[in-house]
């Protein structure tokens, strides 16, 4: 039994791992490095770009507020010598005081109103012609905010509101008040407070909307003091939720340090990533806040990644193209010679390895050819050897049972016939040409042992006798004896020794029954009892064929095999015996005994 050959790994699948592992594999890695690196620089360039913008708008609100305080303090060393030369009761009315805040406010472009009160808080203000349309003074918040501060001058004390937001009929506006006491020889006269517009502040945090930036400047408690959102641009309102801004007053107006860094932030109920910002100003009153989503920080990171992945996809998918054709344009001719390696072992010398290739395996291919070409010429003169050897030894074995049937005049062409007419049957029932022939051989040597037997027993015209019969029987065992020595013939021993016996054991010469009779011999029993019931002997004359027939199938189960003589019928009835029926029917007895 050959050993199982072991699964087969195609060439082609290893050649086409190989071609991607040195290509698309280095390809996919260089990428993915790359996109990681450029990815970090983006984001790391996103990052120093926001954290560089907060820093500038924190400056230039530091300098926008330094201004501020500049020009109230420039409007108030104007104006407060002259309020404190006025008389208590003449604030409202004096001339000199009135011109000297239209004056102030002409000079001072951040400051929208104006006013001076006295110790009983009676006095008058001036209103900035380039104000929002409103008047400040009536405001109702900056009223309150200016009760307020004459309260905090009353003690003494200057006063700096937080940024509040004043409303007119063309909107709303954030300003701030500064206020501080009129005195002389530390008496309290009076106030003198102005009114500052904080909308440039807005202004510079619009120029971060177009960045895509939300932008605005918290107070130390988490309140807005401007935004670049439109909708949100009113001095108050909470950002405590917001982590950046958390960050900023974790401080606790102690922030000196720009700092950015990426946080969730919960809105409508979804948890948005974003990149944030915080910038500290005026010495940490005030901070900057700068935010963008992260898609929208990282946005040139991502469209750089999916390009980056679009085209490494692309480029790897041409490679795996390239590597299949490459690894088939390889392996076919190894596939070729595979296909008729195979076929050579499956015995077709015929085959040839159809390969075209200038290569080391198109040398490997007609040297393949040309070893199969002398392996062919040399089976097929083996073949030949072989059938002018199977032949021969045919021929033998005919002549040798061709002399044994001419010691008898009766049973001439017998071992022939009985050779044909296994042969028939063995076909008939479905064994192999292996088989078959061994039937062939068996048949033609069955009566070779009747070469030993006496010329006056084998050619005895009448009946025999006891003795005669006993001497006649001993033709299987002087065969069985003869033809052992040969051991090419040993296959043909079984069917020599019991071609005579019978299932139900009567026959000779070992009385072996059933099964323990091989089916050759019971094909050879069949065909020689049907070729002896069918020829002329000296005790009796031949049966027709139809006749023959009947009476082995009479004896059938009993003495010869139902099988065969059932495939005998079917042999005869699909005309196979014809030519020996008519043979047998032209045919002269040599003897016929009449009564």
Same mark, same amino acid.
């Not at 300003?175 to 009129?182: D, K, S, Y």
């Not at 392996?375 to 021969?392: C, G, M, P, T, V």
């Given at each position: 039994?050959?050993?199982?050959?072991?699964?087969?790994?195609?060439?082609?699948?290893?050649?086409?791992?190989?071609?991607?592992?040195?290509?698309?594999?280095?390809?996919?890695?260089?990428?993915?490095?790359?996109?990681?690196?450029?990815?970090?620089?983006?984001?790391?360039?996103?990052?120093?770009?926001?954290?560089?913008?907060?820093?500038?708008? %924190?400056? +230039?609100?530091?300098?926008?507020?330094?201004?501020?305080?500049?020009?109230?303090?420039?409007?108030?060393? %104007?104006?407060?010598?002259?309020?404190?030369?006025?008389?208590?009761?003449?604030?409202?009315?004096?001339?000199?005081?009135?011109?000297?805040?239209?004056?102030?406010?002409?000079?001072?472009?951040?400051?929208?109103?104006?006013?001076?009160?006295?110790?009983?808080?009676?006095?008058?203000?001036?209103?900035?012609?380039?104000?929002?349309?409103?008047?400040?003074?009536?405001?109702?918040?900056?009223?309150?905010?200016?009760?307020?501060?004459?309260?905090?001058?009353?003690?003494?004390?200057?006063?700096?509101?937080?940024?509040?937001?004043?409303?007119?009929?063309?909107?709303?506006?954030? /300003?701030? /008040?500064?206020?501080?006491?009129?005195?002389? +020889?530390?008496?309290?006269?009076?106030?003198?407070?102005?009114?500052?517009?904080?909308?440039?502040?807005?202004?510079?945090?619009?120029?971060?909307?177009?960045?895509?930036?939300?932008?605005?400047?918290?107070?130390?408690?988490?309140?807005?003091?401007?935004?670049?959102?439109?909708?949100?641009?009113?001095?108050?309102?909470?950002?405590?939720?917001?982590?950046?801004?958390?960050?900023?007053?974790?401080?606790?107006?102690?922030?000196?340090?720009?700092?950015?860094?990426?946080?969730?932030?919960?809105?409508?109920?979804?948890?948005?990533?974003?990149?944030?910002?915080?910038?500290?100003?005026?010495?940490?009153?005030?901070?900057?806040?700068?935010?963008?989503?992260?898609?929208?920080?990282?946005?040139?990171?991502?469209?750089?990644?999916?390009?980056?992945?679009?085209?490494?996809?692309? /480029?790897?998918?041409?490679?795996?193209?390239?590597?299949?054709?490459?690894?088939?344009?390889?392996?076919?001719?190894?596939?070729?010679?595979?296909?008729?390696?195979?076929?050579?072992?499956?015995?077709?010398?015929?085959?040839?390895?159809?390969?075209?290739?200038?290569?080391?395996?198109?040398?490997?291919?007609?040297?393949?050819?040309?070893?199969?070409?002398?392996?062919?010429?040399?089976?097929?003169?083996?073949?030949?050897?072989?059938?002018?050897?199977?032949?021969?030894?045919?021929?033998?074995?005919?002549?040798?049972?061709?002399?044994?049937?001419?010691?008898?005049?009766?049973?001439?062409?017998?071992?022939?016939?009985?050779?044909?007419?296994?042969?028939?049957?063995?076909?008939?029932?479905?064994?192999?040409? !292996?088989?078959?022939?061994?039937?062939?051989?068996?048949?033609?040597?069955?009566?070779?042992?009747?070469?030993?037997?006496?010329?006056?027993?084998?050619?005895?015209?009448?009946?025999?006798?006891?003795?005669?019969?006993?001497?006649?029987?001993?033709?299987?065992?002087?065969?069985?004896?003869?033809?052992?020595?040969?051991? !090419?013939?040993?296959?043909?021993?079984?069917?020599?020794?019991?071609?005579?016996?019978?299932?139900?054991?009567?026959?000779?010469?070992?009385?072996?029954?059933?099964?323990?009779?091989?089916?050759?011999?019971?094909?050879?029993?069949?065909?020689?009892?049907?070729? %002896?019931?069918?020829?002329?002997?000296?005790?009796?004359?031949?049966?027709?064929?139809?006749?023959?027939?009947?009476?082995?199938?009479?004896?059938?189960?009993?003495?010869?095999?139902?099988? /065969?003589?059932?495939?005998?019928?079917?042999?005869?009835?699909?005309?196979?015996?014809?030519?020996?029926?008519?043979?047998?029917? %032209?045919?002269?007895?040599?003897? +016929?005994?009449?009564?």
């Amino acid at each position: 039994m050959r050993p199982a050959r072991p699964r087969r790994l195609k060439i082609q699948y290893v050649l086409l791992l190989i071609l991607v592992s040195t290509s698309v594999l280095p390809l996919w890695f260089f990428g993915s490095r790359m996109v990681s690196i450029n990815k970090g620089r983006l984001e790391t360039q996103e990052k120093v770009l926001q954290t560089t913008l907060s820093k500038s708008l %924190a400056q +230039q609100i530091q300098l926008y507020m330094e201004n501020v305080r500049q020009q109230v303090k420039e409007l108030f060393d %104007a104006v407060t010598p002259l309020a404190a030369q006025v008389r208590n009761s003449a604030y409202e009315n004096d001339p000199r005081l009135e011109d000297a805040l239209e004056a102030s406010l002409a000079e001072q472009p951040s400051v929208i109103y104006v006013t001076v009160l006295n110790a009983e808080a009676r006095g008058r203000g001036a209103q900035a012609t380039q104000a929002s349309g409103f008047n400040a003074g009536s405001d109702t918040f900056v009223r309150k905010t200016l009760e307020a501060a004459f309260l905090a001058a009353r003690q003494g004390q200057r006063y700096e509101s937080n940024p509040l937001t004043a409303v007119g009929p063309r909107g709303s506006e954030l /300003v701030m /008040v500064f206020a501080e006491p009129i005195q002389r +020889q530390n008496t309290f006269l009076g106030m003198i407070a102005a009114v500052v517009t904080l909308c440039p502040l807005g202004d510079e945090l619009a120029e971060s909307r177009r960045l895509g930036l939300e932008a605005y400047i918290v107070d130390n408690s988490g309140r807005t003091v401007a935004s670049n959102n439109p909708d949100q641009n009113v001095a108050g309102i909470e950002m405590v939720r917001d982590p950046i801004v958390q960050k900023f007053l974790a401080w606790h107006g102690r922030a000196h340090l720009t700092e950015t860094s990426e946080y969730n932030l919960l809105r409508n109920g979804k948890m948005i990533p974003m990149l944030g910002t915080y910038s500290p100003t005026l010495n940490g009153r005030w901070g900057v806040i700068l935010q963008k989503k992260k898609s929208d920080a990282f946005m040139t990171a991502i469209e750089m990644r999916d390009a980056t992945i679009r085209l490494g996809m692309l /480029v790897m998918v041409i490679s795996l193209i390239v590597a299949v054709f490459a690894s088939k344009w390889i392996t076919r001719p190894i596939d070729h010679l595979a296909r008729a390696a195979r076929a050579i072992a499956a015995r077709d010398f015929s085959v040839r390895a159809n390969v075209r290739n200038r290569t080391e395996i198109g040398e490997l291919a007609q040297g393949f050819n040309i070893m199969a070409e002398d392996i062919q010429q040399y089976i097929s003169s083996l073949k030949r050897a072989s059938d002018e050897n199977r032949q021969l030894f045919i021929d033998s074995i005919e002549m040798v049972a061709a002399a044994v049937d001419a010691k008898d005049p009766y049973t001439k062409g017998h071992s022939a016939r009985v050779s044909r007419y296994s042969v028939m049957l063995a076909r008939e029932i479905g064994l192999n040409e !292996q088989e078959i022939e061994r039937v062939r051989a068996s048949a033609t040597l069955h009566d070779v042992g009747k070469i030993g037997v006496d010329d006056h027993v084998l050619k005895k015209p009448g009946v025999l006798t006891d003795e005669e019969f006993e001497l006649m029987k001993r033709h299987t065992i002087i065969g069985f004896e003869i033809v052992r020595q040969v051991q !090419q013939l040993a296959d043909t021993l079984p069917g020599i020794r019991w071609h005579h016996e019978s299932l139900d054991g009567s026959g000779y010469p070992d009385g072996i029954r059933g099964d323990e009779i091989p089916l050759l011999v019971r094909i050879i029993a069949v065909a020689d009892t049907f070729d %002896a019931i069918t020829t002329d002997r000296p005790y009796q004359a031949g049966r027709d064929f139809p006749s023959a027939l009947e009476i082995l199938k009479k004896h059938a189960g009993t003495r010869y095999d139902p099988i /065969v003589v059932d495939a005998l019928h079917s042999v005869y009835e699909k005309g196979h015996l014809r030519k020996y029926e008519i043979m047998h029917r %032209a045919q002269v007895p040599v003897l +016929q005994i009449t009564s």
